[in-house]
């Protein structure tokens, strides 16, 4: 059984001190869409809010623990065999991001003043909760985080990223 958890991110990030120092705190914000894969069903893709707290100790190296909560479930249809009726049903599985945690580092690669080439190294704890006929079954999943992200920075303060 191979379990994939995936993050796609975009969001907007401000900056807690002022440009003439390397090192400072802050906070990201912004939507995600994590996908699930379980043998034998489709890939499951809920929509989350993220929330991120950050340090930045140099030009090349920060620290970040970010919360993620489900906005949006996804919904898959599947086919039921009854063995005592003989019958099959089509029933809706859905897939529901209760929260995932995260704590990393996050290596930097500057590029220029605008953008940012960067690794996500650590590890995180995600619950799911699949519901089906009206039960429901949580999961929790605890993992190693890899990932790779781009942010440019739009001003002072306020950066656009995307991560996989």
């Known amino acids: 059984m191979k379990k994939l958890l995936l993050t796609a991110c975009i969001s907007a990030a401000a900056a807690t001190a002022n440009a003439a ?3 400072y705190n802050y906070v990201s914000g912004g939507l995600s869409l994590l996908d699930y894969s379980e043998s034998g069903f489709e ?4 929509k989350n809010l993220d929330l991120g707290f ?5 030009e090349y190296l920060a620290g970040e623990i970010r919360f993620n909560v489900g906005l949006l ?3 898959q249809n599947i086919t039921i065999y009854d063995p005592y009726s003989g019958y099959y049903y089509d029933e809706s599985l859905s ?20 953008f940012n080439l960067y690794a ?13 006929l009206g039960f429901s079954d949580s999961m929790t999943y605890s993992d190693t985080t890899l990932g790779l ?6 001003d002072d303060g306020t950066d656009l990223k995307f991560e996989y």
């Open 21 to 23: 120092t390397d090192s």
């Open 43 to 46: 890939d499951y893709s809920p």
């Open 54 to 58: 950050g340090r930045r100790f140099n």
């Open 73 to 75: 479930d996804d919904e």
């Open 95 to 114: 897939l529901k991001v209760d929260y995932v945690t995260s704590i990393m580092l996050k290596p930097t690669a500057p590029i220029n003043d605008k």
């Open 120 to 132: 996500i190294l650590g590890y995180s704890k995600a619950k799911f909760t699949a519901e089906l």
């Open 149 to 154: 992200g781009f942010n440019y920075s739009i």
